[in-house]
């Protein structure tokens, strides 16, 4: 599903944020991405979320070479990927309804169903009452709920998450990633950015960890056990001293 | 969904692109008002002098003939120029592809005067003037005539006899008149260059106050010419409403040229009055203001999504 070979990431012309990059997301896989503080998870989402591309490297999403795919086909791989941002990024001046409707309505679906769909998965995560509401008026957390409806409203077939427990306390947080869980056991492969060790380590999930640029397999460097098949097909050697 | 919902109206550079537009509008309008009215004209004058001749009968000199006789008293001197007319007139009548011939009286000639000269009547300054004859002439449109054929015979019956085809006033006519039809497309041209040049810059702003909007929609997969039409709505909206604007402060500045221009009373002012066709041409304009205004934020939001990956 997703397969990068040696990639790097540089900004202009400073020096690269990501470096010799490889790895291999399979289908209804489920990893955590760690690291500290600018160790480049943000960069390596948005690879993954096609809004970066790499400077160097082979990148390939859905068996497609990047390099080589036509900028019209783009925004078709964009629609299989869900995101949930740390910042939510709801839009304002739409209701809680309309964002939830958003990738929906870009995809073309049908209204009666679009209507349909986001009414039940907002009452599923406990929204159903503040359809016609502002993102404004709700909580940090109802904002967050809102956040990962329209992430998952598409059943997309990769789900990428960005420091979604950043600001949620333990039990919160716990029971969000149960919920990335949930879409997991349905067939969406998952990746979760987060600094929460103490997180990462209640789940048996393999562990992606980024440090100083580098991406390494938790086994590696984190500690935490690799889930059995374990999607990192290849990554850089540890740096020794 | 209704596209201004997910691009709402921004509280900067989007609010003045209205104003400008009907300011566009307004010169646009008046420019294009002068082109049609003169493209107008110069097609009614072309028409109306296209088969139509006047000949000219100079007056006999006075004490000297122009046959050189001079003792001509001015009875006798008058009875002699009815008689050149009488024979111009008789030449004329009986050339094939004239279809009408009207000697002009002395006092529609004098009316021709009066503007430059006053109304003195026929005891005043006009009347003392040696005024010539003048012959109308109406060409018949299928059968050509030759002219230079006609002035030889018509300068046989006697000197100061010749014929104006009008084509040497009317050849300055035209030239002055397509040179400013030309100088109003150059505006028109100028006028468009102006509101795309204004239309750039404002969508580009409202590209970057919705730059977090945009990306949000790119990354879910919005393609190109989707966000592009929210721009491209919006901007035809303010087209729209400028160019009604303006074309409604054009109608009143027409409406009052018009009624300024009738009080001139003048003999070709009454055809820069704008034909039906040309009142609609100009009334499309706030429509064509739209479009030009969509066109262009389309290509530009195009261009800055072009920037994105």
């Given at each position: 599903m997703v397969r990068f070979e040696n990639v790097g990431v540089r900004y202009g012309v400073g020096p690269e944020v990501l470096r010799d990059i490889s790895l291999h997301i399979a289908p209804a896989s489920f990893h955590f991405l760690t690291g500290a503080s600018g160790a480049g998870k943000s960069s390596l989402l948005k690879l993954m979320y096609l809004a970066l591309f790499p400077s160097r490297g082979r990148m390939e999403m859905f068996g497609q070479d990047i390099s080589i795919t036509h900028r019209r086909d783009l925004p078709a791989l964009r629609q299989r990927i869900g995101v949930v941002f740390q910042d939510f990024r709801l839009l304002g001046n739409l209701s809680v309804f309309d964002n939830v409707a958003l990738p929906l309505r870009l995809a073309g679906e049908d209204e009666k169903r679009t209507q349909n769909n986001v009414s039940e998965l907002l009452d599923w995560v406990g929204l159903g009452a503040r359809l016609d509401d502002g993102p404004d008026t709700l909580s940090g957390g109802e904002q967050q709920r809102v956040a990962i409806a329209r992430a998952v409203i598409s059943k997309p077939s990769l789900l990428l998450a960005d420091e979604p427990t950043g600001n949620v306390d333990d039990r919160i947080a716990y029971r969000l990633v149960r919920l990335f869980e949930e879409l997991h056991r349905s067939g969406t492969a998952v990746v979760v950015a987060t600094h929460n060790d103490a997180l990462v380590r209640r789940f048996s999930h393999p562990v992606l960890t980024l440090n100083d640029s580098m991406l390494y397999p938790a086994s590696a460097y984190a500690g935490a056990e690799l889930g059995a098949g374990s999607d990192i097909k290849a990554g850089p050697r540890r740096k020794s001293g | 969904?209704?596209?201004?919902?997910?691009?709402?109206?921004?509280?900067?550079?989007?609010?003045?692109?209205?104003?400008?537009?009907?300011?566009?509008?307004?010169?646009?309008?008046?420019?294009?008002?002068?082109?049609?009215?003169?493209?107008?004209?110069?097609?009614?004058?072309?028409?109306?002098?296209?088969?139509?001749?006047?000949?000219?009968?100079?007056?006999?000199?006075?004490?000297?003939?122009?046959?050189?006789?001079?003792?001509?008293?001015?009875?006798?001197?008058?009875?002699?120029?009815?008689?050149?007319?009488?024979?111009?007139?008789?030449?004329?009548?009986?050339?094939?592809?004239?279809?009408?011939?009207?000697?002009?009286?002395?006092?529609?000639?004098?009316?021709?005067?009066?503007?430059?000269?006053?109304?003195?009547?026929?005891?005043?300054?006009?009347?003392?003037?040696?005024?010539?004859?003048?012959?109308?002439?109406?060409?018949?449109?299928?059968?050509?005539?030759?002219?230079?054929?006609?002035?030889?015979?018509?300068?046989?019956?006697?000197?100061?006899?010749?014929?104006?085809?009008?084509?040497?006033?009317?050849?300055?006519?035209?030239?002055?008149?397509?040179?400013?039809?030309?100088?109003?497309?150059?505006?028109?041209?100028?006028?468009?260059?102006?509101?795309?040049?204004?239309?750039?810059?404002?969508?580009?702003?409202?590209?970057?106050?919705?730059?977090?909007?945009?990306?949000?929609?790119?990354?879910?997969?919005?393609?190109?010419?989707?966000?592009?039409?929210?721009?491209?709505?919006?901007?035809?909206?303010?087209?729209?409403?400028?160019?009604?604007?303006?074309?409604?402060?054009?109608?009143?500045?027409?409406?009052?040229?018009?009624?300024?221009?009738?009080?001139?009373?003048?003999?070709?002012?009454?055809?820069?009055?704008?034909?039906?066709?040309?009142?609609?041409?100009?009334?499309?304009?706030?429509?064509?203001?739209?479009a030009l205004t969509a066109l262009t934020a389309r290509r530009t939001v195009l261009r800055e999504l072009s920037r994105l990956p």
């Open positions: - | 969904m209704a596209a201004p919902d997910l691009i709402p109206d921004s509280e900067g550079a989007g609010r003045f692109l209205p104003w400008v537009v009907a300011v566009m509008v307004f010169f646009a309008a008046l420019a294009g008002a002068a082109a049609l009215a003169l493209h107008q004209a110069t097609g009614t004058w072309r028409n109306d002098l296209a088969n139509t001749i006047t000949v000219e009968i100079s007056p006999l000199d006075s004490p000297s003939g122009g046959d050189g006789r001079n003792d001509d008293s001015a009875g006798a001197r008058a009875a002699r120029e009815s008689e050149r007319l009488a024979a111009v007139t008789a030449v004329l009548r009986a050339t094939a592809g004239i279809i009408g011939v009207r000697p002009l009286e002395t006092a529609e000639i004098a009316s021709l005067l009066q503007p430059w000269l006053g109304d003195s009547g026929p005891a005043g300054l006009i009347g003392d003037l040696p005024l010539p004859r003048l012959i109308d002439v109406q060409l018949s449109a299928t059968e050509r005539v030759d002219l230079s054929a006609l002035a030889k015979r018509l300068a046989g019956i006697g000197p100061g006899i010749r014929i104006d085809d009008h084509q040497i006033w009317l050849g300055k006519l035209v030239r002055l008149s397509q040179s400013l039809q030309w100088m109003m497309a150059a505006c028109l041209a100028m006028i468009c260059f102006a509101t795309c040049a204004v239309v750039i810059f404002g969508t580009r702003a409202a590209f970057a106050a919705h730059l977090e909007v945009v990306e949000l929609l790119h990354v879910m997969g919005a393609r190109d010419g989707y966000i592009a039409r929210l721009f491209q709505w919006r901007a035809m909206t303010m087209g729209l409403k400028g160019g009604l604007i303006g074309l409604a402060v054009t109608a009143a500045a027409l409406f009052a040229l018009s009624r300024l221009a009738a009080d001139l009373e003048g003999p070709l002012f009454g055809d820069l009055a704008l034909s039906p066709f040309a009142l609609l041409v100009l009334a499309t304009l706030p429509f064509l203001a739209a």
